[in-house]
């Protein structure tokens, strides 16, 4: 298995979801909380002109050149960080300047001496480029970056843009590497790989306004995490991979199996941002106040951007109540019949309590069992499709709601339904459907994985999830299939051993994003565009659109230096 799955999603599974079975060692690995937050001072608090300015791209980009490191580097006497500014002429994408990539990996060694920040050695490179592990559209054009740089405050970041900037070469954002389109891969040849794992400090906790500030390493389940074990009852509910950094999901705009209660990255849960442009400068998007009619909501900007417009160092995040909860699992003969009962409980007047629900395939439930069965686990499910349902509320609720729960689920068909008996089961049932991935990758021997995801109105989620579940039949592709099925997004496993599989593994890729599409949905509930989905984004957007797009991209990266050939479709 390569090196960024084991490293950020086998070991992060295995330290989060029980921590009173942490180590004292993996604890002290946790975010610490900063008494002294390494950067406060010199943010750039942009002005609704200096906003609008940027947006509308009403200013040209003038040229930069001949800039010696100490001059490169300066701060000016405005608090700017260096002499690059949003007032130049656009070079425009087709004059882009040759990048000098040697003269940028010597100026990074001269800025970053410590053993372990800049990397350029061969190996490790290549193993931060894999792409074997999940398949995705323009994932046989990866290639293994020309160095990475492992920063620790945002004035690191600054740093490393400038050089970028005066070498004009272009930069990839990285978080945990738990992305599955390809947004921090290299499908360029020089390159700068900008690895903000490191940045995983939080930097306040305000307990008494439900919110937190961290940097944009640090991840949704370490942070929950550490306000368990400071006795907070207060979580973050976006819940995307495990090991998912904030920033990460700021930029692909994530979600998670809690988006049927708690929405998704635009839903306000990000207050606001601390951002590096392409030009070295820093902004932050807005105060900490959880509401604010001041001007453009530059947050919004940001969300989805998926590093295309800046680097994302530190985040403010809302937080929510922890309640109680239990998890109940269903067994249906069909998956029209899962899903009428889930719009029936969600419609219910109990449907507010209703946390998450999920379906699973039979096909992935299959996959499920033979995983709990290889790692000898006496507990197994009906291999038919299923839902997962998390249900919230203090005792009493939670009674009256499990009891109408299995009434609705009876009466629209269910087999068999199981109720977590107390806490531990509770987590073990839950942690049986965030474990799908793992399960699905050693489901079939010898097998690789093309994960892809849609979303379509809920209404059309049982017609789109039977015409795959049909196609991949037709085709002979092995599919499991898991969704949020309460918002309509779900995922699509394709696994394939060979190349002649590899084809049909493609084509039904393709034939699900056309589906969704052609149902009023989208080509990506939350996985994000990055390099695989960005040919259909003018076909579900519109030209007009990914017009307005571009615009925005060329006023604030005139030199396309931000995590190219991501997002936009190519001209």
Same mark, same amino acid.
């Given at each position: 298995?390569?090196?960024?799955?084991?490293?950020?999603?086998?070991?992060?599974?295995?330290?989060?979801?029980?921590?009173?079975?942490?180590?004292?060692?993996?604890?002290?690995?946790?975010?610490?909380?900063?008494?002294?937050?390494p950067?406060? *001072?010199?943010?750039?608090?942009a002005?609704?002109?200096?906003?609008?300015?940027?947006?509308?791209?009403?200013?040209?980009?003038?040229?930069?050149?001949?800039?010696?490191?100490?001059?490169?580097?300066?701060e000016?006497?405005?608090g700017?960080?260096?002499?690059?500014?949003?007032?130049?002429?656009?070079?425009?994408?087709?004059?882009?300047p *040759?990048?000098?990539?040697?003269?940028?990996?010597? +100026?990074?060694?001269?800025?970053? /001496?410590?053993?372990?920040?800049?990397?350029?050695?061969?190996?490790?490179?290549?193993?931060?480029?894999?792409?074997?592990?999940?398949?995705?559209?323009?994932?046989q054009?990866?290639?293994?970056?020309?160095?990475? #740089?492992? /920063?620790?405050?945002?004035?690191?970041?600054?740093?490393?843009?400038? #050089?970028?900037?005066?070498?004009?070469?272009?930069?990839?954002?990285?978080?945990?590497?738990?992305?599955?389109?390809?947004?921090?891969?290299?499908?360029?040849?020089?390159n700068?790989?900008?690895?903000?794992?490191?940045?995983?400090? %939080?930097?306040?906790?305000?307990?008494?306004?439900?919110?937190?500030?961290? =940097?944009?390493?640090?991840?949704?389940?370490?942070?929950?995490?550490?306000l368990?074990?400071?006795?907070?009852?207060?979580?973050?509910?976006?819940?995307?991979?495990?090991?998912?950094? %904030?920033?990460?999901?700021?930029?692909?705009?994530?979600?998670?199996?809690?988006?049927?209660?708690?929405?998704?990255?635009?839903?306000?849960?990000?207050?606001?941002?601390?951002?590096?442009?392409?030009?070295?400068?820093?902004?932050?998007?807005?105060?900490r106040?959880?509401?604010?009619?001041?001007?453009?909501?530059?947050?919004?900007?940001?969300?989805?951007?998926?590093?295309?417009?800046?680097?994302?160092?530190?985040? $403010?995040?809302?937080?929510?109540?922890? +309640?109680?909860?239990?998890?109940?699992?269903?067994?249906?003969?069909?998956?029209?019949?899962?899903?009428?009962?889930?719009?029936?409980?969600? *419609?219910? =007047?109990?449907?507010?309590? &209703?946390?998450?629900?999920?379906?699973?395939?039979? &096909?992935?439930?299959?996959?499920?069992?033979?995983?709990?069965?290889?790692?000898?686990?006496?507990?197994?499910?009906?291999?038919?499709?299923?839902?997962?349902?998390?249900l =919230?509320?203090?005792?009493d609720?939670?009674?009256?709601?499990?009891? #109408?729960?299995?009434?609705?689920?009876?009466?629209?068909?269910?087999?068999?339904?199981?109720?977590?008996?107390?806490?531990?089961? $509770?987590?073990?049932?839950?942690?049986?459907?965030?474990?799908?991935?793992?399960?699905?990758?050693?489901?079939?021997k010898?097998?690789?994985?093309?994960?892809?995801d849609?979303?379509?109105?809920?209404?059309?989620?049982?017609?789109?999830?039977?015409?795959? =579940?049909?196609?991949?039949?037709?085709?002979?592709?092995?599919?499991?299939?898991?969704?949020?099925?309460?918002?309509?997004?779900?995922?699509?496993a394709?696994?394939?051993?060979?190349?002649?599989?590899?084809?049909?593994?493609?084509?039904?890729?393709?034939?699900? #994003?056309?589906?969704?599409?052609?149902?009023?949905?989208?080509?990506?509930?939350?996985?994000?565009?990055?390099?695989?989905?960005?040919?259909?984004?003018?076909?579900?957007?519109?030209?007009?659109?990914?017009?307005?797009?571009?615009?925005?991209?060329?006023?604030?990266?005139?030199k396309?230096?931000?995590? /190219?050939? *991501?997002?936009?479709?190519?001209?």
């Amino acid at each position: 298995m390569p090196f960024h799955l084991r490293g950020q999603l086998l070991l992060r599974t295995g330290r989060r979801h029980y921590a009173k079975n942490i180590s004292p060692k993996t604890r002290s690995s946790l975010p610490t909380i900063a008494k002294n937050p390494p950067y406060p *001072k010199k943010h750039i608090q942009a002005s609704s002109i200096e906003l609008f300015v940027l947006v509308a791209g009403c200013v040209g980009w003038g040229a930069i050149a001949g800039l010696s490191l100490h001059s490169y580097l300066s701060e000016d006497d405005g608090g700017h960080f260096g002499s690059t500014s949003l007032s130049s002429v656009d070079l425009g994408w087709n004059t882009k300047p *040759k990048p000098d990539m040697k003269k940028a990996m010597s +100026l990074l060694r001269n800025l970053f /001496p410590e053993e372990g920040k800049v990397i350029t050695d061969p190996k490790s490179l290549k193993s931060y480029s894999e792409t074997k592990f999940l398949a995705y559209i323009g994932s046989q054009d990866a290639q293994p970056h020309k160095v990475i #740089v492992f /920063p620790t405050t945002t004035e690191d970041v600054v740093k490393i843009v400038k #050089v970028a900037n005066n070498c004009n070469v272009p930069i990839v954002p990285r978080g945990s590497g738990t992305g599955l389109e390809g947004h921090s891969s290299n499908i360029t040849d020089d390159n700068i790989c900008v690895d903000l794992s490191n940045m995983n400090t %939080i930097l306040q906790i305000n307990e008494n306004d439900s919110d937190l500030v961290c =940097q944009a390493g640090a991840t949704w389940d370490d942070i929950n995490h550490t306000l368990q074990d400071s006795g907070i009852k207060l979580f973050f509910p976006l819940d995307p991979a495990p090991g998912a950094t %904030i920033g990460g999901m700021m930029a692909t705009s994530c979600s998670g199996t809690n988006a049927v209660r708690y929405g998704t990255a635009r839903a306000e849960w990000f207050l606001s941002a601390t951002v590096v442009l392409p030009s070295g400068e820093v902004i932050k998007t807005r105060r900490r106040a959880h509401k604010s009619s001041a001007g453009f909501d530059l947050t919004q900007l940001f969300i989805g951007s998926e590093g295309t417009l800046g680097i994302i160092t530190e985040v $403010a995040i809302r937080l929510a109540p922890l +309640l109680p909860s239990t998890v109940a699992v269903a067994h249906f003969p069909n998956v029209e019949n899962a899903c009428s009962a889930v719009d029936a409980l969600l *419609k219910s =007047q109990y449907g507010v309590h &209703i946390q998450c629900v999920e379906l699973a395939d039979s &096909i992935f439930m299959e996959a499920l069992n033979h995983s709990l069965t290889s790692s000898g686990t006496a507990t197994s499910y009906p291999a038919s499709d299923s839902l997962f349902i998390k249900l =919230q509320g203090d005792k009493d609720t939670l009674r009256d709601v499990s009891r #109408v729960t299995k009434q609705i689920l009876e009466r629209h068909g269910s087999m068999k339904i199981q109720f977590a008996n107390g806490n531990e089961e $509770a987590r073990t049932m839950w942690d049986h459907r965030k474990g799908a991935l793992l399960a699905i990758l050693g489901y079939i021997k010898d097998s690789e994985v093309w994960s892809t995801d849609v979303c379509v109105p809920v209404s059309n989620l049982p017609k789109l999830v039977r015409q795959v =579940q049909e196609d991949a039949a037709t085709m002979n592709v092995i599919c499991p299939i898991v969704g949020h099925v309460g918002d309509g997004n779900f995922h699509a496993a394709l696994i394939y051993r060979s190349k002649s599989e590899f084809k049909n593994v493609q084509e039904l890729s393709k034939r699900i #994003v056309e589906r969704a599409l052609t149902l009023d949905g989208t080509c990506t509930g939350e996985h994000g565009v990055g390099v695989g989905k960005r040919h259909y984004l003018a076909k579900e957007l519109g030209d007009e659109t990914v017009k307005v797009m571009r615009t925005i991209k060329r006023t604030i990266d005139p030199k396309d230096l931000m995590n /190219p050939g *991501k997002l936009y479709p190519p001209v």
